[in-house]
């Protein structure tokens, strides 16, 4: 079982590294996709309404780039607000641009899930969104990374990645660590034996460089940590009754 424990702890720690790995990358590519569009002169959004479906679901990521309203084509799919209701972004497809006399442009509109058309009046220098892409699902984890739960599960998954990555090398340090004691037993307890026959006989320079040598050989071995600190204060006693 003792044997068994830190394989299986070792393979966990690699498994956790991949995810966490994965979980940065896909995170950072969120990240882009989020804020990429709005660098580049774009807006994005994420589509709540079904208006466009199958076409543009909910859930999705849109990608609206400002477009002047002589630049629009039917078919276009466009975004805008109501006059009634600013708050609200309008998702729909540019069905027909009819100018009246009164310096007004009418638009006909309609979403490809909605039966009914809609007519919007604007004057003809308006600028209205053109949706230039949409990346299906994206949009809600890119929302979700905006909430304060999404920012933490930002900032603590590259902790997660260090602490396991941390955790790794202990466990592959250790067994190196076992090997190289287990390869150097006879030599150890040569030097403890010098050491502790050493520091008996008033010689502590000697004993501390015993522990030292046993030291380099197994940094956590208790009997040469123990030697090690007797004889440094064998050296202070003796460099104290010399200055008296």
Do not use: C, W
């Amino acid at each position: 079982m003792t044997t068994r424990f830190p394989h299986f702890a070792s393979r966990a720690l690699v498994a956790v590294q991949i995810a966490g790995i994965a979980v940065l990358v896909g995170l950072s590519a969120l990240l882009a996709a989020g804020t990429l569009p709005g660098i580049l002169g774009y807006e994005s959004f994420v589509v709540s309404t079904n208006s466009m479906e199958p076409m543009i679901q909910v859930g999705a990521l849109a990608v609206v780039s400002p477009v002047k309203l002589d630049r629009l084509s039917v078919g276009d799919i466009i975004t805008y607000r109501r006059p009634v209701d600013p708050d609200t972004l309008v998702l729909q497809r540019l069905l027909y641009v009819d100018a009246e006399a009164a310096g007004k442009v009418d638009l006909q509109t309609r979403g490809d899930a909605e039966p009914t058309a809609e007519q919007v009046s604007v004057t003809p220098g308006v600028t209205l969104g053109r949706v230039m892409y949409s990346i299906p699902r994206i949009g809600l984890l890119v929302d979700f990374l905006g909430q304060p739960l999404g920012k933490l599960l930002l900032l603590a998954a590259p902790g997660v990645f260090l602490a396991a990555d941390y955790l790794y090398g202990r466990l592959r340090r250790r067994p190196a660590a076992a090997l190289q004691t287990m390869q150097h037993p006879p030599r150890i307890e040569a030097l403890l034996d010098y050491g502790h026959r050493a520091l008996h006989s008033a010689h502590p320079h000697l004993a501390l460089r015993a522990a030292q040598g046993v030291l380099s050989l197994d940094a956590s071995n208790e009997a040469a940590l123990g030697l090690n600190a007797r004889a440094l204060l064998a050296l202070e006693d003796a460099r104290e009754h010399a200055a008296a």
